[in-house]
């Protein structure tokens, strides 16, 4: 009998012990990804806005019984001068930022940050932790981009890259069986710390190459008596603004008049045509074609002001009737 009551006394014990034990825990696990954020081809005049999707999920296991997990996290974005700045591949810079908000008034910072923008993005999930299967959540969330106008920018596609270090997750969280679990006081206290991650991704956008015409002077050879018994020579210009780092190719076509691979100016409309040539050099060298690759002038764009010299030249032994020849040219860069 002594035995059997010291068990019962025993297994009485160990019942209450149960009933006044601590809220269980289960571990929780969170992780993050972020899209792209793709600016496109832009506009340097205006600004432009392009946004990226974060996406958080927190998984807690099964709980001895079912109960309830909040999670209190905060994502951090580092390089968060502002502005900050996209590279293209001979370094030029391309401004741009990132915001927590479709206003543009919060810079996504980094709780590893430093002033003026060191604001990571804090989110809280709550969410239920069945028995059996253990619980989890997931949201979404919106990163905003824009680019300001930057006129004098350069062509190319331009990238920023947001990956190892230059992102930071960090959560601290609590869970419960009897109710609902607080939340914890900050991503760093008053909580269980979970284990920190990253979010890498990349910013990309194209800055598109440009060319646009200023002026072309027109090409006179002057008036002369007679026939043409010795060659005559002159030239002509063509600006044009080109944006810096923009490689463009300047032809120019054989003109109303040609015959093959001859201009001509022509008289009126009569059948009656004096020959010339246009050139790239002042030694009448380098032929002035429409072909790229092969006769057309070349650069690279500055975002200046660029002239091409065009050289012309009227072959001797032209004996053609008094009148006033002329012929069209058609100007093309491409780029």
């Not at 190892?164 to 991503?187: E, I, K, R």
């Not at 890498?200 to 007679?226: I, K, N, R, W, Y």
């Not at 490689?247 to 001509?264: F, I, K, S, V």
């Amino acid at each position: 009998m002594i035995r059997l009551r010291t068990a019962a006394l025993f297994a009485l014990w160990l019942t209450g012990g149960l009933l006044f034990a601590p809220q269980a825990w289960a571990a929780t696990t969170c992780s993050a990804t972020m899209s792209s954020l793709v600016f496109g081809s832009i506009d340097v005049t205006g600004y432009t806005a392009a946004t990226a999707s974060l996406s958080v999920t927190c998984t807690t296991s099964a709980l001895p019984q079912s109960g309830n997990a909040k999670v209190r996290m905060c994502l951090g974005i580092g390089k968060a001068a502002d502005p900050r700045a996209m590279l293209n591949a001979t370094s030029d810079t391309l401004n741009f930022q990132m915001y927590q908000n479709p206003a543009y008034s919060t810079i996504w910072g980094s709780s590893l940050g430093s002033a003026p923008a060191n604001e990571p993005l804090q989110v809280d999930l709550d969410y239920a932790v069945p028995i059996s299967t253990g619980g989890s959540s997931t949201q979404a969330y919106t990163l905003y981009g824009r680019i300001p106008p930057q006129v004098s920018v350069a062509a190319g596609i331009y990238t920023d890259s947001y990956f190892g270090n230059n992102t930071d997750l960090a959560f601290q969280y609590n869970t419960s069986t009897t109710g609902a679990a607080t939340y914890p006081v900050s991503c760093t206290t008053g909580g269980t710390a979970g284990t920190t991650g990253t979010f890498g991704f990349e910013v990309t956008s194209t800055v598109p190459a440009s060319c646009q015409f200023s002026s072309a002077t027109d090409l006179s050879f002057g008036s002369h008596a007679g026939p043409i018994t010795s060659a005559q020579d002159n030239t002509s210009s063509v600006t044009m603004i080109c944006r810096n780092r923009t490689a463009w190719n300047l032809g120019l076509d054989n003109g109303q008049n040609h015959d093959g691979g001859t201009r001509r100016m022509r008289l009126g409309i009569t059948g009656n045509y004096v020959s010339y040539q246009l050139f790239r050099d002042s030694s009448h060298n380098l032929a002035w074609g429409s072909t790229i690759g092969t006769d057309t002038a070349t650069g690279t764009g500055t975002g200046s002001a660029q002239s091409q010299t065009v050289y012309g030249h009227v072959p001797a032994s032209q004996n053609v009737p008094a009148g006033s020849y002329s012929d069209t040219i058609t100007v093309t860069v491409t780029y």
